[in-house]
């Protein structure tokens, strides 16, 4: 340091410690004396800083001097200054913090997006690409009695089991959905029921939700939703040549959601694509209705012979408590359907019909690491106007 530069910063030396800061980081600011800036901060207050955070944390101390000089403060120390400095620089630190945060989750909610939107046009251009079935003949039933509810809850499409109790892929998805097929079209015969209602209440594809689960997949999810969507499409379509009309219904399951249930918006479930697909491959088949029933994502609504049923995954609520999901409607409820909990069961709870049908797939790991046994299942109910007359428990 030049000795003019020394004889200006002793002269500033004399002076009480704010003025002597402000002009010191003034003469540093008009080039009046050549220091670093991280040297004026040790001849201040004593402590070796980096020159970047000498820079910001000067011009922060300035502008404090000045304000303070604005409210008339007389006395003010090296270690006021020092303190008032690392509270603005906390607080400062906090907003940053604040303003990282709500970046990161409004970066994650546009990827999530993107992710969605991406999946609905690889879904949308593979829609594009197939060949719808061709129009079929069916057999007219005069008018009956009764109509069938049908379950096909918890597909899992694309998870592969291998264990003691169970061996579960996706060819073995097509060989159960044949046999239940073949056992529908029994209880059709025996009934002499006229129409469907295929209601597909969540989890049809195995989705990536844990990484337990993202292992033990062998398609990734979106060969998932194609794959189940073709699957339910032959299904809905073998269907159609033994009853009037084939109505189908679907609910998205938690396993079909885009990320952690915590970060993850009730809205966006894999589940929702798999109408568009069926309703287009099917788009030929007369007597076959994707049904536009929605309460929300969450719920839907069938009425079967005068009677409203809502169809619901089972995640959000519980089998033995459903005054909480009937009092949120403004529909007058017969039954509850359910999925989610992998077996079939059925009761009268607080005057409502609750009807639960059990997984195609059958014991997986979680199953076994919980002690908890279930046969792959699933649930026919024969409906009239007084409500489910009887009911089958479909063992696959």
């Not at 003034?26 to 040297?39: F, Q, V």
């Not at 999530?112 to 057999?139: F, Q």
């Not at 003691?164 to 959905?177: E, G, M, T």
């Not at 568009?276 to 079967?304: G, P």
């Amino acid at each position: 340091m030049e000795e003019k530069e020394l004889m200006d910063i002793n002269r500033l030396e004399n002076e009480n410690f704010p003025n002597y800061c402000l002009r010191l980081i003034e003469a540093k600011e008009n080039n009046l004396i050549d220091i670093d800036k991280s040297e004026i901060w040790e001849i201040l207050f004593g402590e070796k800083v980096s020159s970047d955070h000498a820079r910001k944390s000067l011009v922060a101390i300035k502008k404090m001097i000045l304000k303070y000089q604005e409210e008339g403060v007389q006395e003010i120390s090296d270690d006021k200054i020092l303190k008032e400095y690392e509270i603005k620089k906390i607080e400062l630190e906090k907003e940053r913090q604040r303003f990282f945060d709500q970046r990161t989750a409004y970066n994650k909610e546009i990827r999530n997006d993107a992710r969605l939107d991406t999946l609905k046009d690889i879904i949308k251009n593979s829609v594009n690409c197939i060949k719808p079935y061709e129009s079929n003949t069916y057999n007219y039933i005069e008018k009956s009695e009764n109509d069938l509810l049908i379950a096909l809850n918890d597909i899992h499409f694309g998870i592969e089991i291998d264990n003691f109790w169970n061996k579960y892929n996706s060819d073995i998805a097509k060989q159960r959905l044949e046999k239940y097929l073949t056992d529908i079209i029994n209880i059709k015969n025996t009934h002499n029921s006229e129409n469907c209602y295929v209601c597909a209440n969540g989890d049809l594809i195995s989705g990536n939700i844990h990484f337990s689960i993202a292992v033990a997949n062998r398609e990734n999810v979106v060969e998932q939703v194609m794959g189940v969507s073709e699957l339910i499409s032959w299904f809905l379509s073998e269907l159609s040549k033994h009853f009037n009309n084939v109505n189908f219904s679907v609910v998205a399951g938690n396993h079909s959601r885009l990320s952690l249930k915590d970060m993850s918006p009730k809205d966006e479930r894999l589940d929702d694509l798999i109408p568009f697909y069926v309703k287009a491959r099917l788009q030929n088949l007369n007597n076959v209705f994707v049904l536009d029933n929605k309460i929300d994502n969450t719920m839907s609504l069938i009425e079967i012979r005068g009677l409203n049923y809502v169809g619901v995954h089972g995640d959000m609520d519980k089998v033995n408590d459903v005054l909480k999901l009937v009092e949120m409607l403004p529909y007058k409820v017969y039954g509850i359907l359910f999925g989610h909990l992998h077996h079939n069961a059925s009761n009268f709870i607080q005057g409502y019909k609750t009807l639960m049908s059990g997984s195609l797939m059958g014991i997986d790991d979680f199953c076994i690491e919980k002690r908890i046994f279930g046969k792959a299942q699933q649930l026919v109910c024969v409906c009239d106007n007084k409500g489910v007359k009887c009911q089958y428990d479909i063992d696959l």
